[in-house]
């Protein structure tokens, strides 16, 4: 088992950037693949990033990739979502997911292979 909690969220202009972190507790931060989500309203859950156990390796939704930045920090049990050149599209909840197993990477964007998600942190964009 483990628990994952999201900050950093906020109100955010167009163009402007924040960063989000997810803290996880529990068992081996290292022994789990990391993916970031959001949540519009009305909206189905979308993958934005993933990464590795061992952080080497990244993934991105096409609509964020050269502008969001996924990293961990196994030490410190925590991923992070740098997001910049923010869109008002963005807007949206951000849910850090968590799996007990290293993803294939054809299927890193499906939400159903993770097995642990953290409340969510809201992030909005305004124009």
């Known amino acids: 088992q483990v628990q994952l909690v999201e900050s950093g969220g906020g109100l955010v202009q167009a163009g402007g950037s924040l960063s989000l972190s997810c803290a996880a507790s529990?068992?081996?931060?290292?022994?789990?693949?990391m993916g970031w989500f959001r949540q519009a309203p009305g909206k189905e859950r979308e993958f934005v990033a993933a990464?590795?156990?061992?952080?080497?390796?990244?993934y991105y939704a096409d609509s964020v990739k050269g502008r969001f930045t996924i990293s961990r920090d196994n030490a410190k049990n925590t991923v992070y979502l740098q997001m910049k050149s923010l869109k008002p599209e963005d807007t949206a909840v951000y849910y850090c997911?968590?799996?007990?197993?290293?993803?294939?990477?054809?299927?890193?964007?499906?939400?159903?292979?993770?097995?642990?998600w953290g409340q969510g942190t809201q992030v909005t964009v305004s124009s």
């Open positions: 997911a968590a799996a007990y197993r290293n993803i294939q990477s054809n299927v890193v964007i499906t939400a159903t292979q993770y097995d642990y």
């Open positions: 529990g068992r081996t931060f290292s022994s789990y693949f």
């Open positions: 990464i590795s156990r061992s952080g080497v390796t990244t």
